[in-house]
């Protein structure tokens, strides 16, 4: 299983940036995907997960209403649409298989002015 994060970066608060995480190793549409994060000083936190056909999103409240997960079952690749960044956002995100221990290197998300 290999995990590949994308597109985090410095962002002003109110801003959007959208991840990627491109995967290999397994076969993609059969496994619900998730986005974690995990800031200096703080354990890992859930974010977000997807079904495996895309159906079916959750999300953590902190999060719901302002970020948006998806996935193309065609690239192998799981995204996460943020808009409205706040500091609080900032951190180190990753993206995970479901039932998977694997983890990507991961993107740094920095929400400031």
């Known amino acids: 299983v290999l995990l590949v994060e994308s597109g985090g970066g410095l962002v002003q608060p109110g801003g959007s940036l959208r991840l990627s995480c491109a995967t290999s190793?397994?076969?993609?549409?059969?496994?619900?995907m998730s986005w974690f994060r995990q800031a200096p000083g703080k354990e890992r936190e859930f974010v977000a997960r997807i079904s495996s056909g895309g159906s079916n999103t959750y999300y953590a409240n902190s999060v719901r209403g302002r970020f948006t997960i998806s996935r193309d079952n065609a690239k192998n690749t799981v995204y996460l649409q943020m808009n409205n960044l706040k500091p609080e956002d900032t951190a180190m995100y990753y993206c995970?298989?479901?039932?998977?221990?694997?983890w990507g290197q991961g993107t740094q998300v920095t929400v400031s002015s």
């Open positions: 995970k298989v479901a039932g998977f221990d694997n």
């Open positions: 190793g397994f076969t993609f549409s059969n496994y619900d």
